[in-house]
């Protein structure tokens, strides 16, 4: 199971998602590649935008802490929005907690 969670407090927001899916063997897990590909298009996007990221990445885990401003929140609603589609597909392998 992958868990997504996004928190938000004022205008700092952390991104934490751990786990891996299990949908598939590695390699072939569709679930994971479309989590993987939101987390790496959010995490370019503030880096990109010279967004000051506090990062940790490992095996099946990624944090993302910044802060943000009214155009970043867009970032973050359109990545959450795409781990909400997955979470309604396969609901059994994310979920993501907000």
Known sequence: MIDVIVLTNGSHTIVEVKGHACYAEKG???VCAGVSALCNALRAYLLENDIRVEEKISDGYLKLAFNRSEE???AVRMFSAGINILE???GD???IFQ
């Open 28 to 30: 072939k897990d569709i």
């Open 72 to 74: 970043q929140n867009e």
């Open 88 to 90: 309604l597909e396969y």
């Open 93 to 95: 392998y994310v979920r």
